[in-house]
């Protein structure tokens, strides 16, 4: 099994998902920083590096960061929910600073429940837009969904729907929902039976 580094660019987001455990706050990694858990990374052996957050697009030093940790012979990842990446040309430069993965948190394949599940109008379409972005310059790509009371009688039809219509995919990750932390403490409607 593969060693991966995981390094939390930002706390903040740019969705309210009804069961993130992951509070929101004002962190933002610098650069120096991130270098240096990078080094760190490389003298541990590790395969690679997974950029996390809150919402990781949204740290201006995402291709500083991807192309250091590369540069140094790291696999780059960064599980992300796509809404930035639904720009044109972000993906690209991503892919060009040495991202070579990519997990987007997608929970549904129903519009109407992504929305209501991200806390965001809009956040389906921005997550088809962003695979549709991350197929065309090549991407790896899997699929993150935490596992819901909304969701979970349906992960079949979302892994179905989205293989029909983005044939590059070949990678589902379901999470287990923690009920004992952050919005899903508060929102326990979220939590499966």
């Not at 892919?95 to 929970?107: E, K, M, N, T, Y």
């Not at 972005?133 to 969904?145: H, S």
């Not at 590059?168 to 009920?179: E, M, Q």
Request: glycine share 8%; net charge negative; aromatic share 8%.
């Amino acid at each position: 099994m593969a060693n991966l580094g995981y390094m939390q660019l930002v706390r903040g987001c740019n969705q309210y998902c009804r069961f993130c455990s992951n509070p929101a706050s004002g962190f933002m990694l610098d650069l120096p920083t991130a270098t240096r858990q990078i080094d760190d990374f490389v003298r541990r052996g590790y395969f690679g590096v997974i950029l996390t957050g809150g919402e990781p697009s949204l740290s201006p030093i995402v291709p500083e960061v991807a192309s250091y940790a590369a540069e140094r012979g790291l696999h780059v990842r960064m599980i992300t929910n796509g809404s930035q990446l639904a720009k044109p040309g972000l993906a690209a430069s991503y892919r060009d600073a040495g991202l070579r993965c990519f997990h987007v948190s997608i929970h549904s394949a129903e519009p109407e429940l992504e929305d209501f599940l991200t806390g965001v109008k809009g956040s389906f379409a921005l997550a088809m837009a962003a695979l549709e972005q991350l197929g065309a310059v090549g991407a790896t790509v899997n699929i993150n969904t935490v596992i819901n009371k909304y969701n979970a009688d349906r992960l079949d039809e979302t892994v179905m729907t989205l293989c029909e219509r983005f044939e590059f995919l070949r990678h589902f990750v379901w999470n287990n929902l923690d009920p004992s932390m952050g919005r899903a403490e508060t929102n326990r409607d979220t939590a499966p039976r």
